[in-house]
């Protein structure tokens, strides 16, 4: 925590958090542009879906695309962890569903976010701390 000039406390992880949350709200309203403006030009995304990285706008755009024609995901994160060199693991429960509603995956996945100049500069899914450990 840090204080502003006049003894307010202050969180030095809203600005990231509330750009991640900004970004995975975009994600889940299929608002493509509203989402690759929170990310670097030249974001690596990962194409989890169908393996491979996505490098720059271009290349998520195409990619989530092709992805919502044949998916349906929602991500909604639900916790967020600092990690220290402008990175944040976030704890996401993920819902994907087929295009005619069922579901085919309902589970929770980390996401792991490197920040730079205030804009996602890459993400790559990992395997949760397990619980306990302290991560």
Known sequence: MTFTTDGVMTDPRL????LLRTAY?????RDIDA????????????????????RGHREVRAY???QWSEINPR??????????AGRMLVHVHQVVRDLAGAV????EVGHRFTIESGLIRS????????????G
């Open 15 to 18: 600005p990231v958090i509330e």
């Open 25 to 29: 709200a975009a994600f889940n309203e």
């Open 35 to 54: 989402a690759l403006a929170t990310m670097a030009e030249d974001v690596a995304w990962p194409k989890a879906f169908k393996g491979g990285q996505a």
């Open 64 to 66: 989530w695309t092709e």
């Open 75 to 84: 991500v909604e994160p639900t916790s967020f962890h600092p990690e220290g």
């Open 104 to 107: 085919v995956a309902d589970g």
């Open 123 to 134: 993400m790559e899914v990992c395997p949760l701390p397990a619980p306990g450990s302290g």
